[in-house]
């Protein structure tokens, strides 16, 4: 069983900052990759940024320059959110690929999410 707890969302003013932590426990072997995602009302879920356990990160265009994944230990992911924009608006999902058993591939794995909400 493996879970994922995500913490730091909340209510902000545009231009401010946020920071979202995501902490993975259970049985573990290794995890291939964190990430996170988003998903405004009325919309698709969407990539926000990744980041690989060699620390090859990776953004979603309408992030990029403002938020900052970070890798603080192979178990847990931080996303810094800056200069937020009332279209940031979302619920923000922790995702991690996890191998959980010799000889079995890596699978995917999300949080319950925590709710962003930029006013503007």
């Known amino acids: 069983q493996v879970q994922l707890v995500e913490s730091g969302g909340g209510l902000v003013q545009a231009g401010g900052s946020l920071r979202l932590s995501c902490a993975a426990s259970?049985?573990?072997?290794?995890?291939?990759?964190m990430g996170w995602y988003r998903q405004a009302p009325g919309k698709q879920r969407e990539l926000v940024a990744t980041?690989?356990?060699?620390?090859?990160t990776n953004y979603a265009d309408l992030v990029k320059g403002r938020f900052t994944i970070s890798l603080n230990n192979p178990k847990t992911v931080a996303l810094q959110m800056n200069s937020l924009k009332p279209e940031d608006t979302a619920v923000y999902f922790c995702?991690?690929?996890?191998?959980?058993?010799?000889?079995?591939?890596?699978?995917?794995?999300w949080g319950q999410g925590t709710q962003v909400t930029v006013s503007s």
């Open positions: 995702t991690a690929d996890v191998r959980v058993e010799r000889g079995i591939g890596y699978q995917d794995y």
């Open positions: 259970g049985s573990i072997i290794s995890i291939g990759m």
């Open positions: 980041v690989s356990s060699g620390h090859t």
